[in-house]
C-alpha cells in the first residue's frame, strides 16, 4: 500500500535526472516526435502484448505507438488526464473499437501468442475471453440469474440446467455477490444498488472465463464503501485473470494495481512498478500529474 501521492521531486533532483539522461529532455507537451517509453512496458509473463498500437478516428490520431504488455495474475492500471486516450487503448485489447465507424487500429496485439487482429478470430469469443466492464453498470434488462447465464448459453458452456446453475453461482461468488442476491436470483438485475449491478456485470464477465478482463472506470458512478468493495474484488480475481483497469483517481490506481501506465496525449510516456510510479516517477509529465499540477 502506498501511504503518500504527495512526493515531490526538487528541481535539482529532476534536472539530475535530465543529465543522466534518464528523462528524455528534449520531450514537450504536444512534440510530433515518438519518444520511448520511461520504465518497464514489457513483462516476461505477457497474457497480452501490444507493440506499437496507434489508434485513429478519421484523420485524428489518438494512439500514438504504444507498446505495452499486461502480465499473467497482474493489474495494470491506466492513467491519465481525461482524453489522453486510456478508453481507446483497452478498447483495442478486445477489439471493441472495430464497432466505432472511422476507428482503426494498426500494431500488433497477441493473446497468448495469437494475433487478435488475425483474419480467422472471430470477436464474439474473443470478447468473452478479453472481458469488459464499464464505467456505468449496464445489467441486461433481465433477471438476475439470466444477466450471468446469458453467455455461458449462448457460447455453449453448460451441457445442462444443472451446469447453468453451477457456472451462475460460482461466478457470482467470484464476484463476492452471491450471498447478496442467491435468494432472489428471479429479480431484474436493475433492481440491484449500483455497486452490487458493477459486481453484477463483473459475474457475468466471469462467467463466460475470460483470460484477461477490462475495465473502464469501473467505480466512477459508485459510492466510497461500493469502491472499496470492488477494489478488493479486484485484488481476488487478479489470483485468475490479467487485468487492465482505467481510473482517473491515482490513490485507487495505487490501491489496486502492480503496474502503472501514464498515458499523455495519446503516448505512453512512462510504465513501471506501481509504488515506483507513484514514488520515483522519471518523466517529468508523469511527476506533474500525479502531484496534481495538472489533469
Ligand atoms: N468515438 C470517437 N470518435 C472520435 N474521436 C474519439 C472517439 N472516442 C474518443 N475520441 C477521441 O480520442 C481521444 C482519446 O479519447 P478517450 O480514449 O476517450 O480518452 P480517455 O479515456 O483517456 O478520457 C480524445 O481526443 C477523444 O476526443
Ligand atoms: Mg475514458
Redesign the pocket.
Known amino acids: 500500500m502506498i501511504s503518500t501521492l504527495s512526493f515531490v521531486h526538487s528541481g535539482a533532483v529532476k534536472r539530475g535526472l535530465q543529465a543522466s539522461g534518464a528523462i528524455p529532455s528534449r520531450f514537450t507537451v504536444g512534440d510530433a516526435a515518438v519518444q520511448p517509453t520511461v520504465g518497464e512496458p514489457f513483462s516476461d509473463q505477457a497474457r497480452m502484448s501490444c507493440r506499437q498500437v496507434n489508434v485513429y ?1 478519421g484523420a ?1 490520431q ?1 494512439i500514438i505507438d504504444v507498446s505495452l504488455d499486461i502480465g499473467r495474475n497482474e493489474v495494470v492500471a491506466m492513467i ?1 488526464p ?8 483497452i478498447r483495442c485489447l478486445n477489439r471493441m473499437n472495430d464497432t ?1 465507424p ?2 482503426r487500429v494498426d500494431g500488433t496485439i497477441t493473446l497468448d501468442g495469437v494475433d487478435i487482429y488475425g483474419k480467422e478470430i472471430d470477436v464474439v469469443p474473443l470478447r468473452a475471453q478479453v472481458g469488459m466492464v464499464f464505467q456505468k453498470p449496464n445489467p441486461f434488462p433481465k433477471s438476475i440469474y439470466q444477466n450471468v447465464a446469458y453467455g455461458p448459453k449462448i457460447h455453449g458452456l453448460a451441457q445442462s440446467r444443472a451446469e447453468l446453475d453451477e457456472i451462475v453461482e460460482t461466478s457470482l461468488r467470484r464476484a463476492g455477490l452471491w450471498d447478496e442476491v442467491k435468494d432472489r436470483l428471479d429479480q431484474p438485475g436493475t433492481s440491484l444498488s449500483g455497486g452490487q449491478q458493477q459486481r453484477l456485470c463483473i459475474a457475468r464477465t466471469i462467467a463466460v472465463s475470460p483470460e484477461v478482463i477490462l475495465m473502464d472506470e469501473p467505480c466512477s458512478a459508485l459510492d466510497p464503501i461500493a469502491t472499496s468493495v470492488i477494489e478488493d474484488l479486484i485484488g481476488e480475481l487478479k489470483s485468475q485473470y490479467s487485468i487492465a483497469i ?1 481510473t482517473h483517481s491515482m490513490q485507487q490506481a495505487a490501491r489496486v494495481s502492480q503496474r502503472t501506465a501514464y ?1 499523455h496525449l ?1 503516448k505512453l510516456l512512462e510504465v513501471g512498478q506501481t509504488e515506483r510510479i507513484f514514488t520515483r516517477p522519471r518523466h517529468p509529465l508523469t511527476e506533474a500529474y500525479i502531484t496534481g499540477r495538472f489533469g
Request: charged share 10%; proline share 0%.
Open positions: 478516428y485524428k489518438s491519465g481525461s482524453g489522453c486516450g486510456k478508453s481507446t487503448f466505432i472511422g476507428c482505467v498515458l495519446g
